[in-house]
């Protein structure tokens, strides 16, 4: 990632390649995790025997926590520092897992929420500290290399874990169904079904404690990197600029619907009118959502230096709600391969209005990353009101309408940034 011959000044941090592999590994991570989801929502839906709208409180839980915990979540970071900050967000990650276990024992639902709310806070405190790191790492030149390189890692972590985790959770769905079970014999069902759940994040809570353990050495090797201290509601006041306002909202409305689309995969693609699969191949299916997202952020960096950002940015939200038309109005492999492809859409998508919205911000870009981080909050609402539609309507595939008005408000963001913001 950087010629270890190369003099050029790194932001007050100190070079050390193993460092690197540390913060990448942090990336990987929390990404994965956040794509764990898609595969739980479909077991507990079944062993709880929920409609789409209670499913989709696991994301609800799980995005809230960037709301909750994003300004106390940088504020902890300013007071102490980077790395001892990586070590708490991935320790109280580790105590979010092992939440897991009393969830699963007293099989209830609730429980397991909560579990994915402290997971998810730990997460958002990696998140809070990893950006930054990457930029530190290394000469100023070269930081949007290193942070396209860095979000790969996040995208490969998205691409791998749904296909471990439907192997190792959705693979072990029972042939008896929670809806025909009552009193002691359901209760036993879940405890028992659910387990499967809490050995998969027991092995992921010892693998985040190793990655603790690792950061934990290095704890004192960015003492000397700046972190500006600014007021906790400092940002509040970007959202009075039209273009960054616009642009936190079309997060909040990006973040929504790439969750909201994810979650309901499986689900969308067990149906017999589009590809009839079991739990575990649907489960599977999630890999190509999430892999079209990381072979299109590759290749849009690149693109991204040849043509206009907004108009790219536009382009693809447009081609969004396109495949989502044509998944709608569509039967068999071709509904449920349009819909997978939205992935590929979305892979720019994030990087793309965040640089939009915070272009010429100068040193406020601290406080609008703040408030971007808080508009990852769309990953709590959209998807409830998804499922709801979908409740409402007893279609997913109109219940897809609610992400295709996301997707819309975005081309329209792109069109409006396509021109350099003013001073």
Not at 12 to 17: Q, S, T, V, W
Not at 309 to 318: E, Q, R, T
């Amino acid at each position: 990632m950087r010629d270890p011959n190369d003099s050029e000044p790194t932001g007050g941090a100190e070079f050390r390649p193993e460092l690197q592999y540390a913060v990448l590994a942090l990336f990987f991570i929390f990404g994965g995790i956040t794509s764990l989801n898609d595969v739980i929502i479909p077991k507990l839906k079944e062993l709880f025997t929920l409609n789409f709208t209670q499913a989709m409180l696991v994301q609800f839980c799980f995005f809230t926590a960037y709301l909750v915990i994003g300004i106390p979540g940088a504020q902890l970071v300013k007071k102490i520092g980077y790395m001892r900050g990586a070590v708490a967000g991935l320790l109280i990650m580790t105590v979010g897992c092992l939440l897991f276990i009393p969830a699963s024992q007293y099989a209830t639902y609730s429980l397991f929420l909560l579990a994915l709310f402290v997971l998810a806070s730990g997460v958002v405190i990696v998140q809070v500290v990893a950006n930054p790191l990457i930029s530190l790492l290394g000469p100023a030149r070269t930081v949007h290399s290193r942070l396209t390189f860095a979000q790969g890692f996040n995208s490969l972590g998205t691409t791998i874990f749904p296909g471990v985790g439907a192997t190792l959770i959705l693979g072990s769905l029972a042939a008896v169904s929670a809806a025909s079970l009552t009193g002691s014999a359901l209760d036993a069902y879940r405890t028992a079904e659910t387990q499967v759940i809490v050995n998969a994040y027991l092995a992921l809570a010892a693998a985040l404690a190793a990655v603790a353990a690792v950061v934990w050495l290095f704890r004192n090797a960015l003492q000397a990197a700046p972190i500006e201290q600014s007021s906790p509601i400092a940002g509040f006041a970007l959202l009075r600029r039209p273009r960054f306002g616009y642009g936190a909202l079309c997060i909040f409305l990006y973040v929504g619907a790439e969750v909201s689309i994810g979650s309901l995969i499986v689900s969308y693609l067990r149906q017999p009118s589009v590809m009839g699969l079991s739990e575990l191949s649907a489960g599977n299916m999630i890999s190509f959502y999430w892999g079209g997202a990381m072979i299109g952020r590759f290749v849009g960096s690149f693109v991204l230096r040849l043509m206009s950002p907004g108009k790219i940015l536009a382009a693809v939200a447009v081609g969004a709600v396109a495949l989502i038309l044509i998944s709608a109005n569509s039967a068999g492999a071709l509904a449920g391969y349009s819909l997978l492809a939205i992935g590929l859409m979305n892979s720019i998508m994030f990087p793309t209005i965040f640089g939009l919205a915070c272009e010429k911000l100068g040193p406020r870009a601290a406080d609008g990353s703040g408030m971007i981080n808080i508009a990852i909050f769309g990953g709590a609402v959209v998807p409830v009101l998804t499922g709801f539609l979908a409740d409402q309507s007893g279609s997913l595939a109109l219940a897809l309408m609610i992400p295709a008005l996301c997707y819309a408000a975005i081309a329209a963001f792109g069109i409006y940034a396509r021109r350099p913001a003013a001073a």
